[in-house]
């Protein structure tokens, strides 16, 4: 009888349960139906502080809050190919995920291993397009993607950034399409910039206080994109048109004359397999402080997977040529672009444990990357360098390697390089995106690094091709040989922006030092604006896998202490903290490699006082050696002093900059 009533009540049970569990599959239906038919979605960070809502009826638009505070309101977005209706957005359906799982890139930029976290939302359009939204806990994002086969040509792409109120912008803008993103990042309000001013990307908006950056990722087989104003509370994106005929200029081996553009912004054909494709990611990145910025990864969580094998590649430091104008001394050799000179730098970079030299221009004639100038014999460089475990990297102008892209690469394999530096492409047009990736995967195949200078920003590539190892596109070191503007805070504004798009070539490593009052301009024996110190923190605050010693070995030689200390810094790191960090006024940056840890204190052109708490480290006792601003730094900016103590996790540090300076540590663990 108790069997018999407890198989009932069994039943009973069951009964309701599967009841309820009908009602709530019926119930989400019908919140989802409900939600189709407004066309009103809501999506939020898995931390539930960004909270992204869309609107998809007559136009596409969305919303964001950061902790109940309105950042963007009524953005929007459309994308318009030729040949697809867009006069009316029909939602075919609705799907939402959530991804929650750990990488670990080949190349380590700020840490061993990278969480990607996301909500996502995705409107399948019954026009074969589809709009993908992404929220983290450190931004959002979203991407067009389109079903569509044959021949596809985007018409026009709109994006409007509108902001909830007016708020400061910095602004690196612009005077044409034609450039190499070298910019200083200028206050403006967001309701004074007109349409007739444009910047390039990244760019960050201040909601006072919320950081907000704007760049983009995923840039393949399409342009990309800028930031153009309204004269109110918003930013629109303009992009560069399908370039359908151009010419190098006269008496030039590098720069090209677009003589004409198309009436559309890219064009391409997809195969039936691939059934569609998608297009550039849209990143409006969220620093609830200055510091959240430091440690944005979105531009790589976004970018398109691995593509390659990257077992074979090494980051490291270079010993660079241009920036001293090869001013080498206390040699029995004539310094120059020669062979005597070349295996001099070889023996500094063995000396120092440094991983490459580069050869920049004037190694070969600038119309063939194959026919060397007399005095370099490239074989025995390479060879020699090889024997004493160094790489050498090639210099080519963009142009003259496209011209001969297989043969020169075939060749440089087969001499030994270790890579190349493409310089001079200066556009982000569909045809120049396209030779990016084309470079990357041919050089890759080659087992050749790649570092793009004369560029448009980070965009996505080095996530599917890691080989693309750095890249310039920001106003860096070079520009003291010629202007007096890289000052303290410009340092300390490229790396909350520029460096959140990915690795910054600037070139670090100045041995002869200035303040502001008396720096001179001097294009062959160039000099910092910035004590010694800072130009030694910017090895550990910067990041950059392939890292540029950019002043002569010479120089390097006789400032043993300094080169010492920048020769043990990583390029790669298992884990960053940014200990403080405030826009164009300062950063401390601790970055661990196994159980070694470097700290990098750089301030701007007001000297300061910091404590630095070591909470990072693990208990025991560490060896900490540290170079700070010397006593008379103020004066003479090459000034340092060098501290050599003991310490423990928690220990209280007080450091001193002087103006425009700096403060650096290497922590070993004592055993």
């Known amino acids: 009888m108790r069997t018999i009533q407890l198989r009932t009540i069994n039943k009973l049970i069951l009964f309701i349960i599967v009841t309820g569990l009908c009602l709530s599959n019926i119930q989400a239906k019908s919140l989802e139906q409900a939600s189709t038919e407004n066309s009103v979605y809501e999506i939020k960070s898995p931390d539930g502080e960004l909270v992204l809502t869309v609107s998809a009826q007559n136009t596409l638009n969305y919303s964001l809050k950061v902790a109940g505070r309105d950042i963007l309101k009524n953005a929007s977005a459309a994308l318009t190919f030729a040949g697809v209706s867009d006069d009316v957005l029909v939602i075919d359906s609705v799907k939402r995920a959530t991804v929650n799982r750990t990488l670990t890139p080949h190349i380590r930029q700020k840490s061993k291993q990278v969480v990607e976290h996301y909500n996502e939302l995705i409107l399948n359009f019954k026009?074969?397009?589809?709009?993908?939204?992404?929220?983290?806990?450190?931004?959002?994002?979203?991407?067009?993607?389109?079903?569509?086969?044959?021949?596809?040509?985007?018409?026009?792409?709109?994006?409007?950034?509108?902001?909830?109120?007016?708020?400061?912008?910095?602004?690196?803008?612009?005077?044409?399409?034609?450039?190499?993103?070298?910019?200083?990042?200028?206050?403006?309000?967001?309701?004074?910039?007109?349409?007739?001013?444009?910047?390039?990307?990244?760019?960050?908006?201040?909601?006072?206080?919320?950081?907000?950056?704007?760049?983009?990722?995923?840039?393949?087989?399409?342009?990309?994109?800028?930031?153009?104003?309204?004269?109110?509370?918003?930013?629109?994106?303009?992009?560069?048109?399908?370039?359908?005929?151009?010419?190098?200029?006269?008496?030039?081996?590098?720069?090209?004359?677009?003589?004409e553009r198309g009436q559309y912004l890219s064009k391409n054909t997809i195969e039936q397999q691939q059934g569609g494709r998608s297009f550039p990611w849209r990143i409006i990145a969220i620093g609830k402080d200055d510091a959240d910025l430091l440690l944005n990864q979105l531009s790589y969580l976004l970018a398109d997977e691995l593509a390659i094998d990257p077992s074979w590649i090494k980051p490291g430091k270079v010993a660079w040529d241009w920036w001293n104008a090869n001013n080498v001394y206390n040699v029995d050799f004539k310094?120059?672009?020669?062979?005597?000179?070349?295996?001099?730098?070889?023996?500094?970079?063995?000396?120092?444990?440094?991983?490459?030299?580069?050869?920049?221009?004037?190694?070969?004639?600038?119309?063939?990357?194959?026919?060397?100038?007399?005095?370099?014999?490239?074989?025995?460089?390479?060879?020699?360098?090889?024997?004493?475990?160094?790489?050498?990297?090639?210099?080519?102008?963009?142009?003259?390697?496209?011209?001969?892209?297989?043969?020169?690469?075939?060749?440089?394999?087969?001499?030994?390089?270790?890579?190349?530096?493409?310089?001079?492409?200066?556009?982000?047009?569909?045809?120049?995106?396209?030779?990016?990736?084309?470079?990357?995967?041919?050089?890759?195949?080659?087992?050749?690094?790649?570092?793009?200078?004369?560029?448009?920003?980070?965009?996505?590539?080095?996530?599917?091709?890691?080989?693309?190892?750095?890249?310039?596109?920001?106003?860096?070191?070079?520009?003291?040989?010629?202007?007096?503007y890289i000052t303290a805070e410009h340092n300390l504004t490229l790396p909350f922006i520029r460096q959140l798009a990915g690795p910054m070539d600037y070139t670090p490593g100045a041995m002869v030092n200035s303040q502001p009052e008396n720096f001179n301009i001097n294009f062959n024996r160039p000099m910092s604006m910035t004590t010694r110190v800072h130009q030694m923190a910017m090895y550990v605050v910067f990041e950059s896998p392939l890292q540029m010693l950019a002043d002569s070995p010479s120089n390097y030689l006789r400032e043993a202490e300094s080169t010492d200390f920048i020769s043990k810094v990583p390029t790669v790191w298992d884990e960053t903290i940014i200990v403080s960090a405030k826009i164009a006024d300062h950063i401390i940056t601790a970055r661990r490699s196994g159980d070694e840890w470097f700290i990098g204190v750089m301030g701007n052109s007001n000297k300061r006082e910091f404590t630095i708490n070591l909470s990072f480290l693990d208990n025991g006792n560490y060896q900490m050696d540290s170079f700070a601003d010397g006593i008379n730094s103020d004066r003479y900016a090459s000034d340092y002093r060098i501290h050599n103590q003991q310490v423990i996790k928690n220990q209280d540090i007080p450091i001193k900059l002087a103006p425009s300076g700096g403060w650096v540590a290497h922590l070993t663990k004592l055993k």
Do not use: C
């Open 127 to 259: 026009n074969q397009k589809s709009i993908s939204f992404r929220a983290f806990n450190q931004g959002v994002a979203y991407r067009f993607s389109t079903q569509k086969t044959g021949e596809v040509i985007v018409t026009a792409e709109h994006a409007k950034f509108n902001f909830a109120a007016d708020h400061q912008v910095l602004f690196p803008e612009e005077t044409n399409f034609i450039s190499h993103n070298e910019r200083l990042y200028l206050p403006k309000q967001l309701n004074q910039i007109s349409n007739k001013q444009f910047a390039s990307l990244p760019l960050l908006v201040d909601v006072e206080g919320t950081k907000v950056v704007i760049t983009e990722t995923a840039l393949r087989e399409y342009p990309g994109m800028w930031i153009e104003g309204n004269s109110d509370n918003s930013l629109n994106a303009r992009f560069p048109h399908y370039v359908l005929k151009s010419e190098l200029k006269t008496n030039s081996d590098r720069n090209e004359n677009i003589i």
């Open 335 to 484: 310094a120059g672009i020669n062979t005597q000179t070349y295996k001099y730098y070889i023996d500094f970079a063995a000396q120092y444990g440094l991983e490459y030299i580069v050869l920049d221009e004037g190694w070969h004639h600038l119309t063939n990357v194959l026919d060397v100038v007399p005095d370099i014999n490239i074989q025995e460089i390479i060879d020699y360098a090889k024997a004493k475990n160094v790489g050498v990297i090639l210099w080519v102008i963009w142009k003259t390697l496209d011209n001969q892209l297989e043969v020169a690469l075939d060749t440089f394999e087969e001499w030994g390089a270790a890579g190349i530096k493409v310089d001079f492409m200066q556009r982000d047009d569909q045809a120049m995106v396209d030779y990016y990736w084309r470079v990357a995967k041919q050089a890759a195949k080659r087992h050749l690094l790649v570092d793009f200078h004369g560029s448009y920003k980070p965009a996505g590539i080095r996530r599917a091709y890691p080989n693309v190892i750095t890249r310039e596109g920001l106003r860096g070191l070079e520009h003291n040989k010629w202007a007096d």
